[in-house]
Each structure stands twice: as C-alpha cells, then as structure tokens.
T-cell receptor
Framework: AQSVTQLGSHVSVSEGALVLLRCNYS??????LFWYVQYPNQGLQLLLK??????LVKGINGFEAEFKKSETSFHLTKPSAHMSDAAEYFC???????????FGKGTHLIIQP | DAGVIQSPRHEVTEMGQEVTLRCKPI?????LFWYRQTMMRGLELLIY????????DSGMPEDRFSAKMPNASFSTLKIQPSEPRDSAVYFC???????????FGQGTRLTVV
C-alpha cells in the first residue's frame, strides 16, 4: 500500500520569499505523484504531476516539484511567494492508471505581507 | 465543460435522517471517486467506480454508507441513518482511462446535528 507524509501542517513565509512544502511517499512500485491546491470552500485543483520522464516537473502559478527516487521525496517549491498562494496544499500518490489517489494530510501555506 | 458538479453544496440534517449527496462527473470520464475530508483524518477515498461499476469500496466506513452509479452521468452517496461523526466535506472526482489526473467537484459540506 502507498502512503504520503507531508512535513509541517502549517508553513508560513513572507511575500517574495521561497516556498518549500515537503512531501515524502511510500510505494511498492514506481509511483505517480501529484500536488493539489485547495482554496477556502473550493475543491482540489491540480498544480502539477509526475508520471514518468523528467524528474523536475513544472506546474501552474510558478510552482515546480522534483521527484527524487533515492529520497522518496516530491517537494513543492516556488521561488517567490505571492499573497494569492495562501491555501491548503496536498501531496498525493497513486500506483498509476485511475485507481484512486492517496493523499497526505495537507499543509496550510500562510503568506506574511 | 462545467466540470464535476456536486449537489447540494451544503447540507444540514438531524441525526438519524437519511442524506443523499449527488455528483455529475465530467462527460466522457469513465472513473468516478468519492472522497471524504475531515480535520482529523484528512482526505480519504471512500469508493470508486469504473464504467459505472463499483471497483473498490474498502474505504466506506460502515454499512450506513452506500454509493450507486446508475449511469455514466450520475452518482449518489447515501448515508442512512446519519450520525454527527459523519459531518465532513464530501468530494466527488472523475477521470478517464489513460489519464492519471482526477478532477474534483466543489464538495458538499455535510453537518449532522
């Protein structure tokens, strides 16, 4: 069975600073990895995903993530935080296909002005 | 496409009452997922369908929960009888074979008093 651990339930950064949200996964087979964002009272929106190929994945709103197999990690970064980035971020893993996603507990990103 | 449509957006009901949540997936998608989101447990996969057939319902918490998909454009999640601990946000998501991304609805916020 696969699992996801997100380190830090809350992360606070200043506007313009680097955003780093950590995600580690456990999977018995090469995983598919995802980052979703959830704004208040909204559903989840896909930021980016890794399936195969290039390990550095670029997503929407300037976010990117790097798949590191040796570290079983898929950390999310953004060079410069914007106030509009304040939201809940979820890392997720699946075994491929459409067998359902296993989500981490989420990280609440707070942007300080 | 309007995306995944869930109704109602909010539901308040008394303990012991039957609750039915509804979902219309994106046209052409052959996978449909029901998730539950709570503060304590995060996002949990309850059940998913492929071509209207339930594939994995191991996440359904109790026999009080049931889900149906009578056709490709409609699914329901029913709780009978409802209990206060069922209070949560319930999300429906859909995807299609060959794609790994799940598209989420806005969710239904259920409060059982």
């Amino acid at each position: 069975a696969q699992s996801v651990t997100q380190l830090g339930s809350h992360v606070s950064v200043s506007e313009g600073a680097l955003v780093l949200l950590r995600c580690n996964y456990s999977s018995s087979v090469p995983p598919y990895l995802f980052w979703y964002v959830q704004y208040p009272n909204q559903g989840l929106q896909l930021l980016l995903k890794y399936t195969t190929g290039a390990t550095l994945v670029k997503g929407i709103n300037g976010f990117e993530a790097e798949f590191k197999k040796s570290e079983t990690s898929f950390h999310l970064t953004k060079p410069s935080a914007h106030m509009s980035d304040a939201a809940e971020y979820f890392c997720a893993v699946s075994l491929g296909g459409a067998d359902g996603l296993t989500f981490g507990k989420g990280t609440h990103l707070i942007i300080q002005p | 496409d309007a995306g995944v449509i869930q109704s109602p957006r909010h539901e308040v009901t008394e303990m012991g009452q039957e609750v039915t949540l509804r979902c219309k997936p994106i046209s052409g998608h052959d996978y449909l997922f029901w998730y539950r989101q709570t503060m304590m447990r995060g996002l949990e996969l309850l059940i998913y369908f492929n071509n209207n057939v339930p594939i994995d319902d191991s996440g359904m918490p109790e026999d009080r929960f049931s889900a149906k998909m009578p056709n490709a454009s409609f699914s329901t999640l029913k709780i009978q009888p409802s209990e206060p601990r069922d209070s949560a946000v319930y999300f429906c998501a859909s995807s299609y074979t060959g794609n790994t991304e799940a598209f989420f609805g806005q969710g239904t916020r259920l409060t059982v008093v």
